[in-house]
């Protein structure tokens, strides 16, 4: 059976397309994103290059994806978000596309996880499962059923418990209770 023909590319996100996907960011989380935990986490960050994806058609940004740096009780681990869709384009495998590429790249790294905050039936379609609650503490309030990981290596999300935190601090920001691992 052939796999379905997409008219949409995923590709590593270049330079050039930063606007474009925080423009796409801003569009699909609106200003509240700020506040969100998550975002602490990645304030004064950047994304891990090698791991963000944008989805392009025909030179139009349809989607991005991108993973940072943390830490989780001392180990380096990743975050991923924020995966964004434009609206028009959601239901199309467009964010499965994105991450997975995303996940096998991380596959090739030295990390043992990746987390994030979501959906749960959503992400289960890419391998994430629900963390026990209080295995991971983020800063902020966070909905303990909305934790979620995944092994990169065989296991490792069974072993994964702390503080979760800035594994480093690329531009100086006031990012109070993100703290740094």
């Known amino acids: 059976m052939n796999a379905p023909v997409v008219p949409w590319q995923i590709r590593l996100e270049a330079p050039a397309d930063m606007a474009r996907v925080e423009a796409l960011n801003a569009e699909s989380?609106?200003?509240?994103?700020?506040?969100?935990s998550a975002y602490r986490l990645r304030e004064g960050v950047s994304p891990i290059a090698a791991l963000s994806f944008v989805a392009v058609e025909n030179d139009v940004l349809?989607?991005?994806?991108?993973?940072?740096?943390?830490?989780?009780?001392?180990?380096?681990?990743l975050l991923l978000g924020p995966l964004?869709?434009?609206?028009?384009?959601?239901g199309h495998g467009?964010?499965?596309?994105?991450m997975q590429a995303g996940i096998a790249?991380?596959?090739?790294?030295?990390?043992?996880?990746?987390?994030?905050?979501?959906d749960e039936p959503y992400y289960t379609k890419v391998g994430f499962s629900r963390l026990p609650p209080g295995r991971v503490k983020f800063p902020g309030?966070?909905?303990?059923?909305?934790?979620?990981?995944?092994?990169?290596?065989?296991?490792e999300i069974l072993n994964l418990s702390g503080q979760v935190?800035?594994?480093?601090?690329?531009?100086?920001?006031?990012?109070?209770?993100?703290g740094v691992g």
């Open 29 to 36: 989380f609106g200003p509240g994103r700020f506040a969100k």
């Open 105 to 118: 790249a991380a596959q090739q790294g030295p990390w043992r996880s990746i987390l994030l905050i979501g």
């Open 94 to 98: 467009i964010g499965i596309a994105l």
């Open 165 to 178: 935190r800035r594994a480093q601090i690329d531009e100086a920001v006031c990012a109070d209770g993100a």
């Open 62 to 77: 349809r989607g991005s994806v991108r993973f940072w740096p943390i830490k989780v009780g001392g180990h380096e681990e």
């Open 141 to 155: 309030p966070v909905d303990q059923n909305r934790i979620l990981g995944l092994s990169l290596k065989a296991g």
């Open 84 to 90: 964004a869709v434009q609206s028009s384009q959601r």
